[in-house]
């Protein structure tokens, strides 16, 4: 009964920015946590950044000084906002949340990064 629905993938020029949204509705009673995850070609899927619902963050190394995780805990929603992407930035992002009833996965966007 809980679908997560993303948006705002897309191409985008190295240096350029792109908003991710992740939207959950259903039957949601409590969030723990909601999170950004992206797999690359050839490589494991791995965590971007996540935010509980008591407002910690915390941020792959390799973004955390361009990448920015926001969450309206009574909307269910969680935005990653992606500035100065790199090439190296290029995967399907993926929304993962977990509430009180369960965890879902988003069904994953692309995020293309090249000139």
């Known amino acids: 009964q809980v679908q997560l629905v993303e948006s705002g993938g897309g191409l985008v020029q190295p240096g350029g920015s792109l908003r991710l949204s992740c939207a959950a509705s259903g039957s949601i009673f409590g969030t723990y946590a909601m999170n950004w995850y992206r797999q690359a070609p050839g490589k494991q899927r791995e965590l971007v950044a996540g935010?509980?619902?008591?407002?910690?963050?915390n941020y792959a190394d390799s973004v955390k000084d361009r990448f920015t995780i926001s969450r309206d805990n009574a909307k269910n929603t969680v935005v990653l906002q992606m500035n100065s992407l790199k090439p190296e930035d290029t995967a399907v992002y993926y929304c993962?949340?977990?509430?009180?009833?369960?965890?879902?996965w988003g069904q994953g966007t692309q995020v293309t990064v090249s000139s």
């Open positions: 993962f949340a977990r509430f009180t009833n369960g965890a879902y």
């Open positions: 935010v509980t619902s008591g407002g910690r963050i």
